[in-house]
């Protein structure tokens, strides 16, 4: 399911703040929310309260490479507003404001310079407006970024440099002004009406004035008569009616423009680039209500230069600062606010106060004549925020004595094979520390504290100076030394040190300037080179250095720029260096000799060559594909790492191919979705915003990665038979019912006997990290609790399942599309000062504690136990997810706890009992009321966060509980993942009922409108597209980052790829090709520049479809058997079945793989709401589809408690075996009659076999004998009185199962003795023979030699009892209803030729048999035969009447 799980990260910020060189600032209308782009890329969202004048740092949001050239505001929609970001390298993103989620990306050529908001006339959602590096002014919406339309230009085509939007009075359109950078100012009308897609609209009027490259134009709102443009040498006011210039003011030396506005219709405020703003008062010609308006300037009338807008100190800026200018409307006129953010990541805001025109002359008759100064109302930054916090926020190496100023840490590394993190430092000294054990000092409270040697850093001295970049090369390829640590710095050395002694192995000093990025060459290189890495330098060198012999290989040092990225082609034995300027040269690794230089377009080809290359061998993950990272912008380490991580993951499980054997045929095929039996569950990624920052550290706990070791190390542990009996797998079931489906032999007889037929479970085995597991989902868990909630559980946490109270308000970030990400700031809390309740702790305690530390503790508090859960619907979801997916994975361990003592013993015991099973003792006692205390607690801190956390959290006092989203929920309903998808279907099951009937029908009708229709079930023919657009192919050179597989080629080629909708069904319909890899947090790493915007559009339509079906689906199971939720009567049950019967049904193809979670949600939603489906569905075909799915199920699946990731195939067929069971249950009748239909069917194709050339063991109902057996005994166990009812179909089918070969030498009741409980079947051995009495009163006599079945009436009413004779000659039948018994002989004909006959030779009248046992199918009559001609009609009171033959 995508390729990024179930993460959840949060950041360890460290003492100092990160920098923010603010290049655009937005404050949006409602005053609550400051926005500052930063040119490191980085976006920060800052609240902001205006009573107090108090702003707040809230989330940092990451993502972008480049600089950030401009925000607009995106519109509010379903509760929440938007932001629309821009950056200098063209990428677009739409951000959600509350919690920072990235929701829509786009990567284009257009590189915007200025994005305007607007909502235009009769339209719903705003339009952003964007102008750039292109001639025209582009139209997007805000919230899938599509380009609705653009205006061009038809004379003197141009860049359009600025614009401004104005809605004439008394017009129904709007009006465009934009002028060209060379001068031309245009004039579009623009209805929403004449709006046609991909149809330019052209200017209506143009006209030539005096301003080059205009950064601004505005029209002045106050009377849309004039036109103030600013340039950086002038600014300009011009007349709107003709573009006569009015009046022009040059900049002071030195200084340049950068923008203006009208403070009203006679001042205008303007700003340049020093950080200054003037306020000017027009002259007469420039006002509207003169009589001397638009004549020429007078001499001595110029503009009167009355105010200066400056900060309180004076400044030195280096980069020019960013400004937004914005009037408020208020009760009684107007707020006029300038906001300004610099390069400092200072934030000032000034409240213009109106001068009238009396203050005006008052200030005029001063001589000399002096300015007014306005200071700023606020000034705020990340450093003075965090200054103010104290205790200061929290870092990694904080717990180091002695260290009054630490240095920054300047590099970091995460070692999860040693659970290790190192840390190189500004002075030179690199330090490792035991990674859990440090997160857990900093955040959790615990004994920990208490001990001397926890945490205990190890310190390496070698480099003078910055540590630059630490590499661990095992970490990368196993080929290395695992000790080896390799350390680049700025005194120009590469340490190679013993990470175990502490020893440094080598130094290396080969390159004139200091390391930059240390890189590890791919596996398919030379020998020699294998042993090397790569190193790259500040003088423009690059060196590959082999560890091994301890010598330079190569030193690359011609090139005459910075490099920008090194890549590979080993076959070839070149090296590719590419640097700044555009320059490519390709260096011989072997001999050390440059083989040549390449520029423009074949050095774009040659780089492209090695991306194909990488992608075509799958070696992208180690170390060089993302090995441009360092050299661009250090964030974007973040999201390379994690991508690589995964890759690797999927590479090394592929290499080792757990082999397993589950099943009694021992094909070595392993089920288990392999790639991600080696992923770490803790991943630590240094952070910093600018390479002169200190590096933040952000953890990501990946879900599915800790319940696969927790759940691994388990399983480990237990022998076949405690996996069998714990119901995690039903091999001795299905060998049981396999070996009936096959012909008899005496091996499969003595196996059966043995019980070796139990399949083994072979669990994969990795690195044994047990302890240090145990720690992080300790950690997780103490975290994500609701502290304070429930008082008697947080006991139970803390002194039975080992959970630890968090120190600190933790802050959380989001990973949302494409990786990129939102990091909340320690400085924000997300409830208010006035809304935090008193202080509530034990009053010994407070006494003890400094102030900081009691507030800070109330503060976490607060945080946990309410706090967390208003912070926004996505992160409620992610962490109820993982919250309530680990808490059941500890629950079904065997009560597993997270004290590290506890767990040790109870390993121990597991295993002590595997070895001694017949010991039992008071221990052992004592053991199970232990873990049902543990269970107990378990199941609580569960039903806390599933079913009443909204309540509980709003009776503490939060009056904006988040509930989780539904559409996450239900994209995550098949997770790969058995625990979290079983925490999601909690989870939603929950949610939809709390909403109640009313809040599930405004859902129906959000989601209904993406249902997609069809006229026909299946697609016939070729597919057929809509729009006429072309089919694509998945691009071969993808390495698909949504694959659903991971463990085979075979099952990456399936599964991966970018499904591109089609239209199945008619023309005019939308198409029915859902997203196949459904994930909230999937990776777009496909949708780079040239991939067509369509190709994203469809793939969000897809997804939202998909999303739609299974939410409708769960809808429709739970509560669609109510009439008032619409799914009642009619069109919408039809079109969600009809949705599900396609998704089951459609064969595989590379549109929509055959395994794909949806399918499998689909499966699981047939069968969990079948009775709501079955009127629209063809029962048949779903059955047999569900059939051929399950058919393996016996050599694939383990039970449905089996936690650990299956392969696609496994998990599909384990799912529709649920299914199938499901639908029996709900609907018995229907599955048996279905069932016997097509067994009939089958049976004549049989007959027919050979004159239609059919394999017959090719069929549905051949190869699934043993599912269909399974269900059968199901049923017969669970659903005895329909049972009753179609005693001739379930016998047809049963026989159908059963190999005839076993019923030779042995009874009915031997080979299937759940069948014989049934007083109405009788099977002779001797005659070979078996009655079933059928309600309709016949009797179905088989005769199991000729392979044939006659119906004999015998009875008015339901046959209730058969019994042969013990010699086979006389068969007796008995029915209730009519009180009368029967005796039947069989004669066949002479010499046993011709059809045999079953004539009734006697009839008795019985006894009438009392209502009350009538009712009760337990209590029937029996027919017990004493002698050859004697038979006892046996009542359930035990009284019996003899009968004669």
């Not at 786009?106 to 750039?132: D, P, T, W």
């Not at 009406?193 to 205009?214: D, T, Y």
């Not at 400085?827 to 009691?854: F, G, K, S």
């Amino acid at each position: 399911m995508g390729s990024l799980n179930l993460v959840v990260p949060l950041v360890m910020w460290g003492r100092e703040a990160p920098t923010h060189d603010i290049s655009c600032v937005l404050l949006t209308q409602d005053v609550q929310t400051i926005i500052t782009g930063s040119r490191d890329g980085q976006i920060c969202v800052w609240d902001f309260e205006p009573p107090k004048l108090k702003l707040t740092p809230r989330c940092l949001l990451v993502g972008h490479t480049a600089s950030i050239t401009c925000l607009a505001p995106g519109g509010d929609a379903r509760g929440t507003s938007f932001l629309v970001s821009s950056s200098e390298n063209g990428e677009m993103c739409t951000w959600d404001l509350r919690d920072g989620r990235c929701v829509e990306v786009l990567r284009s050529a257009n590189i915007h310079s200025s994005m305007k908001a607007y909502q235009m006339l009769n339209v719903e959602n705003i339009r952003l407006f964007c102008v750039g590096n292109y001639p025209e002014i582009l139209v997007y919406d805000p919230h899938t970024l599509d380009i609705l339309f653009s205006l061009a230009t038809r004379i003197h085509p141009d860049w359009i440099s600025a614009l401004h939007i104005l809605r004439p009075p008394r017009r129904n359109d709007e009006v465009v002004l934009g002028v060209t950078t060379g001068g031309w100012v245009k004039v579009w009308t623009v209805s929403e009406r004449e709006v046609r897609p991909r149809e330019p609209i052209f200017e209506h009027e143009s006209k030539m004035i005096r301003s080059l490259n205009a950064l601004c134009l505005v029209c002045c709102s106050y009377n849309q008569r004039t036109v103030l443009i600013v340039s950086q040498d002038d600014w300009q006011i011009y007349d709107a009616g003709d573009f006569s210039q009015l009046c022009k003011v040059l900049v002071p030396p030195g200084e340049r423009w950068m923008g203006g506005d009208f403070l009203s219709a006679d001042r205008v405020l303007v700003w340049n680039d020093m950080g200054r703003g003037y306020i000017y008062k027009l002259p007469t010609n420039c006002i509207v209500e003169s009589r001397v308006f638009h004549n020429k300037q007078a001499e001595n009338d110029n503009p009167v230069k009355y105010g200066v807008v400056q900060p309180s100190t004076e400044e030195k800026l280096v980069n020019a600062p960013a400004w937004q200018f914005l009037t408020i409307p208020v009760n009684n006129g107007a707020e006029k606010l300038l906001l300004r953010g610099d390069c400092e990541g200072q934030v000032m805001l000034w409240r213009l106060a109106d001068v009238s025109d009396n203050q005006l002359m008052q200030i005029k008759q001063v001589q000399p004549f002096k300015a007014l100064i306005f200071t700023p109302t606020l000034n705020c930054s990340m450093m003075k925020a965090w200054a103010a916090m104290t205790p200061p926020p929290i870092g990694v190496l904080d717990q180091l004595e002695g260290e009054k100023h630490p240095p920054r840490i300047t590099a970091s590394l995460f070692l999860p094979l040693q659970g290790r993190l190192a840390c190189g430092r500004d002075d030179g000294s690199i330090i490792l520390v035991p990674a859990t054990e440090t997160i857990m000092l900093h955040l959790l409270h615990g004994k920990h504290h208490h001990y001397h040697n926890w945490a205990q850093p190890m310190v390496l001295r070698g480099h003078q100076g910055r540590v630059n970049c630490l590499l661990y090369p095992h970490g990368e390829s196993p080929r290395y030394d695992m000790s080896h640590l390799v350390s680049g710095g700025i005194d120009f050395s590469i340490n190679v040190w013993d990470m175990y002694t502490g020893n440094l192995v080598h130094r290396f000093v080969v390159q004139a300037g200091q390391i930059l990025q240390l890189l590890v060459p791919p596996p398919t290189c030379m020998p020699r080179i294998q042993n090397c890495i790569c190193s790259v330098s500040e003088d423009h060198s690059v060196a590959l250095l082999s560890i091994k012999e301890r010598k330079l290989v190569l030193l690359a040092s011609k090139h005459l720029y910075p490099v920008s990225t090194v890549k590979w082609r080993p076959e070839h034995d070149f090296l590719i260096v590419a640097t700044q300027d555009g320059s490519v040269y390709v260096w011989q690794m072997e001999t050390g000799h440059l083989d040549r230089v390449l520029q423009g377009v074949t050095a774009e080809e040659v780089l492209g060559a090695c991306d194909e290359h990488l992608a075509s061998t799958g070696a992208g993950g180690s170390g060089s594909g993302g090995s441009d990272a360092g050299l661009a912008n250090p964030a974007v380490h973040l999201f390379r790492g994690l991508r690589h991580r995964n890759l690797a993951a999927i590479r090394h499980a592929a290499q080792r191919g757990i082999q397993q054997v589950l099943g009694e045929q021992n094909n070595h095929q392993d089920i288990h979705d392999s790639s991600k039996m080696r992923t770490c569950p803790l991943m630590i990624q240094g952070l910093r915003t600018n390479k002169q920052d200190a590096n933040s550290h952000v953890l990501f706990f990946d879900i599915e990665a800790l319940i696969v070791q927790l759940l691994s190390d388990e399983y480990t542990l237990m022998s076949p038979g405690t996996l069998e009996a714990n119901d995690l797998i039903m091999s001795s079931q299905y060998h049981r019912m396999n070996v009936l489906t096959h012909p008899a032999s005496p091996e499969a007889a003595k196996k059966i006997a043995d019980g070796t037929g139990s399949g083994r479970v072979q669990i994969p085995r990795h690195f044994d990290v047990t302890a240090q597991t145990l720690q992080i989902g300790q950690m997780l868990m103490s975290l994500l609790h609701s502290w304070g909630l429930d008082p008697s559980l947080d006991q139970t946490c803390e002194h039975t399942l080992g959970l630890l109270r968090p120190r600190v308000p933790v802050s959380y970030g989001l990973i949302s599309k494409s990786g990129y990400m939102s990091l909340l700031m320690p400085t924000w809390h997300p409830v208010r000062e006035d809304d935090m309740p008193a202080i509530n702790l034990p009053p010994d305690l407070a006494a003890e504690l400094p102030p900081e530390m009691v507030t800070l503790e109330h503060r976490t508090q607060v945080f946990t136990g309410r706090g967390h859960w208003e912070v926004s619907p996505a992160l409620t979801t992610h962490h109820l997810l993982a919250l309530v997916s680990v808490a059941n994975t500890l629950q079904d361990m065997n009560a597993a706890t997270l004290i590290p003592e506890e767990e040790r013993r109870r390993k121990i015991h597991i295993q002590s009992s595997k070895s001694n099973q017949n010991s039992v003792s008071n221990h052992e006692d004592e053991f199970s009321k232990q873990q049902s205390v543990i269970k107990q607690g378990w199941s609580t801190l569960t039903a806390l966060h599933t079913v009443l956390l909204p309540d509980c959290v709003v009776a503490s006092g939060a009056t904006k509980y988040q509930p989780p989203m539904v559409e996450i929920l239900a994209r995550r309903w098949q997770d790969r993942c058995q625990e979290v998808r079983e925490a999601a279907q909690a989870l939603l099951k929950t949610e939809l009922t709390r909403m109640g009937p009313e809040g599930r029908q405004k859902l129906v009708e959000m989601w209904s409108p993406h249902l997609p229709t069809h006229t026909e079930p299946l697609p016939t023919g070729p597919t057929p597209y809509t729009n006429h657009e072309p089919p694509s192919t998945p691009r071969p050179d993808q390495p698909s980052s949504k694959s659903t597989a991971g463990n085979s080629p075979v099952h990456t080629a399936t599964n991966g790829g970018n499904a591109v909708s089609g239209n199945s069904g008619t023309n005019n319909e939308r198409p029915m090709e859902p997203h196949p890899h459904l994930d909230e947090d999937h990776y777009d790493e496909e949708m780079d520049g040239e991939t067509c915007r369509e190709l994203v559009a469809q793939s969000e339509g897809r997804k939202k479809q998909a999303t739609a079906i299974i939410l409708l689906g769960v809808i429709g199971a739970y509560h669609g058997q109510d009439s008032a939720e619409g799914f009642g009567l009619g069109n919408l049950a039809m079109q969600t079945s009809k949705a599900l019967a396609y998704l089951v049904l459609a064969p595989g193809s590379p549109k929509l793989p055959a395994h794909t979670p949806l399918r499998r949600a689909a499966i699981d939603l047939i069968g969990r709401g079948f009775p709501v489906w079955e009127p629209y569905l063809d029962v048949a075909k779903i059955l047999l589809a569900l059939l051929d799915l399950s058919a393996e199920t016996d050599r694939l699946a383990p039970s449905m408690k089996y936690g650990l990731p299956l392969i696609p195939e496994a998990d599909s067929c384990r799912t529709a075996s649920n299914a199938l069971t499901l639908i029996a249950e709900a609907k018995p009748p229907a599955f048996i009659t279905t069932m016997a239909r097509e067994v009939a069917r089958f049976n004549a194709l049989q007959q027919n076999a050979q004159s239609l050339q059919l394999n017959i063991h090719n069929t549905v109902l051949h190869r699934a004998k043993t599912e269909i057996l399974r269900v059968m005994e199901y049923l017969i166990v669970h659903k005895r009185c329909h049972i009753m009812d179609l005693m001739v179909e379930v016998m047809d089918i049963v026989l159908h199962c059963v190999d005839p070969g076993h019923l030779k030498s042995r009874g009915l009741n031997e080979v299937f003795p759940s069948i014989c409980g049934f007083p109405q079947v009788s099977h002779c051995p001797h005659t070979r023979r078996i009655a079933t009495g059928a309600k309709n009163g016949s009797i179905a006599m088989y005769e199991l030699r000729a392979s044939k079945c006659q119906m004999i009436p015998a009875h008015g009413a339901a046959v209730t009892a058969l019994s042969f004779s013990p010699d086979g000659k006389y068969l007796a039948s008995y029915s209730m209803g009519e009180n009368r018994l029967s005796f039947w002989q069989t004669s066949s004909g002479m010499f046993g030729l011709g059809a045999s006959q079953t004539k009734c030779t006697k009839t008795f009248s019985t006894v009438p048999v009392p209502d009350i046992v009538r009712m009760n199918p337990q209590r029937l009559p029996k027919l017990v035969w004493i002698s050859n001609k004697t038979v006892v009609h046996m009542m359930a009171d035990g009284t019996e009447h003899r009968f004669n033959a």
